[in-house]
Each structure stands twice: as C-alpha cells, then as structure tokens.
C-alpha cells in the first residue's frame, strides 16, 4: 500500500490525513487552516502524501509550498488539479469540479479568490495566511 492509499484510507471523518513511510496523522480543522498551521509551525513536511476533503487550487498551492509527494482530494478543482500537475505532483481525486464553492454556497470560495491570479507557492502561502486572519477578525 502507498503511502497515499494509507492516507486516502485513514481521510474518513477527518478532513486532512498526512503519511509518510506508513506513519500516519490526522487533522480535523476547517478548510486550509490545518495545512497553514502546519506550515507555520515548521513541520517537516516533506515527502508526505495528503488526503483531504477538497482541494483547490489555494490547497495545491500549500501542499506544493509544504513538498507534499503526492496528493488525493475527495472533491478537487480543475484550477487544483492543473496546479499540482504543473508542479509535478501525482494527484487523484474522487470528483472533479469546476470550482470550490465557499461555505454559503453562493459563490467561490474566497481561499480560491485569493490566489487565483498568483502561482507562485510562496506568495500564495503568505496571501492565504492574510485571507485568514482578516477572515477571522472579521467573525
């Protein structure tokens, strides 16, 4: 079994499962949130594969940011898709949309917004984690 199989099995009422060499760690937290804390706090990331509910192109962009091997999303964009693709990250999914809605369901996800004209890991990294904070001052 690969290291994505192992996350992808373990994903189930969870949304975010990271493994590495068959090692194995859940998240539970709401969105992008999880991947930025993890980034934030320095977690030594590299090699891991992910499995995670959605995946837009605001998550491709931190699994790339972060050196995740391979990626698997329940329900990805086609931006997320053709992120990873164009970083050469293996990815499978289990639905294909065109978007990643926001959680209202009137719109696109403001994650999503954005970084929609960026491509560089990077840069989305540190607009995201700003999209957060003034998304959580704001609640």
Known sequence: MTD???????????????????AWFTDDGRGISPMLRLIGENRGLRGYAAADIIVGKAAAMLFVKAGIAAVYGKVMSKAGKAYLEAHGIPFAFGTLTENIINRKGDGVCPMEQAVAALDDAEAGCAVLRDKLNSLRNKA
Do not use: E, F, Q, V
Request: hydrophobic share 30%; net charge neutral.
């Open 4 to 22: 994505l199989d192992t996350a992808k099995a373990h994903l189930s009422g969870h949304s975010l499962c990271l493994c590495k060499d068959g």
